[in-house]
């Protein structure tokens, strides 16, 4: 349950990545405008940085997994 509920968020989907990008985005423009403070900012600006960075590494992941496996193959030629 666990996993199903973390991968709503964190994964190697595209989407995730851009639901990272926005919410920096929104969370910028909040502290520009004066709605939430340093504090806070520096807080969440961290976490969603981690949220971001572990999207973007499942996909390099991913994509290292796939030019190892094509290595092997043209080694084995």
């Known amino acids: 349950m666990i996993k199903n509920l973390v ?19 929104l969370l910028s423009l909040l502290f520009l405008l004066g709605v939430i403070d340093v504090e806070v900012y520096g807080v969440l600006v961290t976490l969603i940085g981690l949220w971001t ?7 390099f992941t991913k994509i290292s997994k796939k030019v190892k496996e ?5 080694d084995a030629k």
């Open 70 to 74: 094509i290595k092997e193959v043209m």
């Open 7 to 25: 991968g709503l968020f964190v994964g190697e989907n595209s989407k995730k990545r851009q639901m990272g990008v926005g919410a920096f985005t």
């Open 53 to 59: 960075g572990v999207a973007f590494n499942a996909r």
